[in-house]
């Protein structure tokens, strides 16, 4: 089935309200744009509606620590604590099951690559009932609820009474280490979270319609899926419409198809002058050992993790190449840059689920993104 056809498959059985997909094949780029901005269908989607991006915001994340790291004020072995000194001395559990109150200093102070890399040892694991991931869970929250975050000296100090579930480097835990991410850029940058990304990325990239704040009149309705169909999750104008308190790195950013192909395409052109080549090769380069993807195999579905995304290492699906790069997100987002054929492919809807297994539209996505 084509990308046309695969969208309005599910946007005429309802599945989704509404959906805008491009497929950009080296300057060849079709774009669908299907369905309504709600399920009421008070607007058509259009190419340049604003979606909540979700976790497709933690390749850019990734790439702004990258620019202070091609700036030479970040080195990859830096331990974060010369910038985020709340983080400076961490406990970890002795074991990954043990109580809370069992812990051991850690082995070694974090460093920046492992906080690009998820490795830091706060995160979550396919096993979310050990303690420490319990514990966890309340800090890091629904990022798909921006506004329910503190501002980010207190985030950080409810963080630093954390265990960490593994000691730094011995595991791939999701999620976590992006929103310190945009902390780090923050701190080690003297800037905000939000203005570095615009000075440095959005700007060079002519990504003029992502930020931390969309428009309510360019803006979908997000919902979650449930037993008893699609239920309301945020208006318009809701938690987008002002600043949030944290500017979550870990998927915080709202914006375009296009915007994020254009992000995408300058990782395929090597960096384009906002990143180095070498940059995008660590970005897009699986660091993850097979004990770490064990450990996180719910979310990874056989793939390895670079910086801020997954890579594809094996091919288990018809579009999986090696060395795809990208992710999805929990509004219903996917973006993947395929280096082999020079493909970007991004997919916006505003559907989301709990459940980190992508659902079958997105797989079909996928595949019609891939023939």
């Not at 460093?111 to 319990?134: E, H, I, K, N």
């Not at 990143?275 to 004990?291: K, N, Q």
Request: glycine share 12%; hydrophobic share 45%.
């Amino acid at each position: 089935m084509n990308l046309r056809d695969t969208l309005h498959r599910y946007v005429d059985d309802g599945t989704l309200p509404g959906a805008v997909a491009i497929v950009d094949r080296g300057g060849r780029r079709e774009v669908v744009a299907a369905g309504s901005v709600d399920a009421e269908g008070s607007r058509p989607m259009a190419e340049d509606t604003l979606f909540r991006f979700a976790s497709i915001t933690k390749p850019i994340t990734a790439a702004a620590v990258l620019v202070l790291v091609d700036d030479g004020r970040l080195a990859l072995d830096d331990p974060i604590g010369r910038w985020l000194p709340e983080l400076a001395e961490p406990k970890v559990v002795r074991t990954p099951s043990g109580p809370l109150d069992d812990v051991v200093p850690a082995k070694r102070p974090i460093t920046v690559f492992d906080v690009l890399t998820g490795q830091a040892g706060w995160g979550f694991p396919s096993d979310f009932t050990l303690p420490a991931v319990q514990a966890l869970l309340p800090v890091q929250g629904d990022g798909r609820e921006v506004q329910s975050f503190p501002e980010p000296d207190v985030w950080l100090a409810r963080l630093a009474r954390v265990p960490l579930v593994h000691q730094p480097g011995e595991a791939w835990l999701y999620d976590t280490c992006s929103t310190i991410q945009g902390l780090l850029v923050a701190r080690a940058s003297g800037q905000s979270f939000p203005e570095f990304l615009a000075e440095r990325i959005f700007a060079p990239l002519g990504m003029t319609d992502t930020g931390f704040v969309a428009a309510p009149g360019r803006s979908t309705a997000f919902y979650k899926k449930t037993a008893g169909g699609l239920v309301l999750a945020d208006p318009p104008d809701g938690q987008w419409r002002t600043m949030p308190a944290l500017p979550l790195g870990n998927g915080g950013l709202a914006g375009t198809a296009g915007d994020w192909v254009a992000f995408g395409r300058m990782l395929l052109a090597g960096g384009a002058g906002v990143l180095t080549p070498e940059a995008v090769r660590l970005m897009t380069t699986d660091h993850t050992t097979a004990a770490h993807r064990e450990i996180g195999a719910l979310f990874l579905e056989g793939q390895g993790w670079g910086m801020g995304g997954a890579v594809d290492i094996a091919v288990t699906e018809p579009w999986h190449v090696p060395g795809r790069y990208g992710w999805v997100g929990g509004t219903g987002t996917t973006a993947h840059v395929v280096p082999a054929t020079g493909t970007v492919a991004v997919l916006l809807t505003q559907v989301g689920e709990d459940n980190p297994v992508p659902p079958r539209w997105m797989r079909d996505f996928w595949h019609a993104a891939a023939a």
